[in-house]
């Protein structure tokens, strides 16, 4: 089991330029998040999705889109990348049982937006 | 809107010593509240949970206390070790379907020998 994979791991982009976040898990899970992480704000859900075809707004929305088409992947892609965006991206994926519903986070990607 | 507040920020303790983060929550609605370790360059790892109908909850070193009617929770990590120094973060959601988990700003541990 590979768990939670991101890819890239580091990527630098300048201002309005696109790229996609891929996101891949092989635990079956039907949750998965994409979190990102600030400084002094925690991690912040930007979106989640709770089964193929399902996705839905989390906290900090604006700016990314997701889809989810099979189990295993759900890419983020950012449309117009603006300097705010710079931040490091979690990818996680949660199991509908289990007593604590814990979510596995990936390795992450650090990006800066230039 | 910063639902779970949580301090330290930063927090520096001697081997052996005891290391105390406390959170706290808003929204009474939160059934379930979770610890996280992460390390740096990794990321985040479900380290300790809690439901409120337990006011405490141990596994090896770590324990969670909690306080339903202060709407507070607390980490504390007995005989801190080197290896303890990561960064922290308690989190809360609400039971049933996807959890949307709120997570504190996090607490950045470092255990010096």
């Known amino acids: 089991n590979a768990g939670v994979t991101q890819t890239p791991k580091f990527q630098v982009l300048k201002t309005g330029q696109s790229m996609t976040l891929q996101c891949a898990q092989d635990?079956?899970?039907?949750?998965m998040s994409w979190y990102r992480q600030d400084p002094g704000m925690g991690l912040r859900l930007i979106h989640y999705?709770?089964?193929?075809?399902?996705?839905d707004q989390g906290e900090v929305p604006n700016g990314y889109n997701v889809s989810r088409s099979t189990t295993e992947d759900f890419p983020l892609r950012l449309l117009s990348a603006a300097p705010s965006q710079t931040s490091v991206y979690f990818c996680?994926?949660?199991?509908?049982?289990?007593?604590?519903?814990?979510?596995?986070f990936g390795p992450g990607t650090r990006l800066t937006v230039l | 809107q910063q639902q779970v507040k949580q301090s330290p920020q930063s927090l520096i303790v001697q081997k052996g010593g005891i290391s105390i983060i406390n959170c706290a929550y808003e929204?009474?609605?939160?059934?379930?509240f979770p610890w996280y370790q992460q390390f740096p360059g990794k990321g985040p790892a479900l380290l300790i949970a809690i439901r409120p109908d337990v006011s405490e909850k141990k596994e090896g070193r770590f324990t969670i206390s909690f306080n339903k009617s202060a709407k507070q929770f607390s980490l504390h990590i007995m005989d801190s070790q080197p290896g303890d120094s990561a960064t922290y973060f308690c989190?809360?959601?609400?039971?049933?379907?996807?959890?949307?988990?709120?997570f504190g700003a996090g607490t950045r541990l470092a255990v010096h020998p």
């Open positions: 999705s709770v089964g193929a075809g399902i996705t």
């Open positions: 996680a994926s949660t199991p509908t049982s289990g007593p604590y519903n814990e979510q596995f």
């Open positions: 635990m079956n899970h039907e949750y």
């Open positions: 989190a809360a959601s609400r039971r049933g379907g996807y959890n949307k988990l709120i």
């Open positions: 929204n009474t609605a939160f059934d379930y």
